[in-house]
C-alpha cells in the first residue's frame, strides 16, 4: 500500500535536521516579525498575526499565504498560532528571497477549522463553513483591499487541524487559490473533481496515529482518479510532526511560490 504513495526517503534527515536548526536559530523571530491584529467585521472578529514583505512597496503586487493552526493553539492570546512553522516563513532567508505577506489568524477554544473528526477514516464536508473559516476567508479580502496583493497569488496551508482547514478551503473555494499545502490532514474525496486544476502538495508522517495516513493518501489517490496531478510526500517513521520537516523544506517554498493562477 505504501508503495504506491511517493514516500520521501533519500533527505529526509537533513530536512530534519533543517528543522531543528531553524527553529533553534528562529526562537521568537515569527513573534516579533508578524504584527498583531483583530480582523472585525459585523458578523464577528477574529485575532490574528500579519507578516508583511520587507520594505513593502504599494507600487507592486505581493503574493499572500494564509496559514491555519492546529488545535493545541486555539485560544485568544494571539501567539500561540505562530508557534509551528511560522518562524520558518519569518525567517531571514525566505523573507528574501519570497516576499510575501503571511496571515495566521487564531481559531478560539472550542471550535475548529471545518467542525470534522480528526481521528476518523473518512468525513463529508459540512454544507457551511464554520464561524472561523468564514471570517479567515473574510480576513482574505480585507487584506486585499488594504494591501496590494496579487490575487493571482493566494495561497493556502495548514498542519493537524488546520490542515483540514487547508482542504476545507480549497474544496469550497477552488478558483481562489493558487496553491494548497496541507499537511496531516483530510478532506472530503466527494470533491476530488474539484481540485483537478489546483497545484496541491500534501504532507503527512507515515507513524501518525493523531491524523491517519490514509486520510491524505485517499485525497491523492481520489484527485488522481479523477484527471489531477498533486504532490505528496510521506515521512518514514514520522509520527504527526510532519510540519516540522515540511516548513524546514526550502524547496516546498520553491515550489509553492511558483504557482499562479
Not at 528543522?19 to 490574528?48: C, H, W
Not at 532567508?93 to 473518512?122: E, H, L, R, T
Not at 504527526?240 to 516546498?252: C, D, G, I, K, V
Request: hydrophobic share 40%.
Amino acid at each position: 500500500m505504501k508503495r504506491a504513495f511517493r514516500v520521501l526517503a533519500v533527505g529526509f534527515v537533513s530536512c530534519v535536521l533543517g528543522g531543528m536548526m531553524s527553529n533553534a536559530q528562529g526562537a521568537g523571530v515569527a513573534d516579533e516579525r508578524f504584527e498583531t491584529r483583530i480582523f472585525k467585521s459585523e458578523q464577528g472578529s477574529l485575532p490574528y498575526r500579519l507578516l508583511r514583505p520587507n520594505n513593502y512597496d504599494a507600487g507592486r503586487s505581493y503574493p499572500l499565504v494564509i496559514f491555519y493552526h492546529g488545535a493545541g493553539e486555539r485560544g485568544d492570546d494571539n501567539v500561540k498560532q505562530l508557534v509551528h512553522g511560522m518562524n520558518d516563513f519569518a525567517s531571514d532567508d525566505i523573507m528574501a528571497k519570497y516576499p510575501c505577506f503571511v496571515v495566521a489568524p487564531q481559531c478560539p477554544n472550542g471550535d475548529q477549522w471545518v467542525d470534522v473528526p480528526w481521528s476518523a477514516d473518512s468525513h463529508k464536508m459540512p454544507e457551511k463553513p464554520t464561524e472561523p473559516m468564514r471570517l479567515s476567508l473574510k480576513l482574505i479580502t480585507s487584506l486585499q483591499s488594504e494591501f496590494s496583493i496579487d490575487a493571482s497569488r493566494l495561497y493556502v496551508t495548514g498542519l493537524s487541524m488546520g490542515g483540514f482547514g487547508t482542504w476545507d478551503a480549497i474544496q469550497r473555494y477552488p478558483n481562489r487559490f493558487a496553491a494548497a499545502v496541507p499537511i496531516c490532514g483530510g478532506g472530503d474525496t466527494e470533491f476530488a473533481k474539484q481540485l483537478l486544476h489546483v497545484p496541491i502538495w500534501a504532507f503527512h508522517g507515515e507513524a501518525d496515529t493523531a491524523v491517519k495516513p490514509l486520510r491524505s493518501r485517499d485525497m491523492i489517490a481520489a484527485i488522481k482518479a479523477a484527471g489531477g496531478s498533486p504532490k505528496y510526500t510521506e515521512y518514514p517513521g514520522v509520527g504527526h510532526n510532519s510540519w516540522a520537516a515540511t516548513y524546514a523544506n526550502r524547496e516546498m517554498y520553491a515550489w509553492l511560490f511558483s504557482q499562479k493562477k
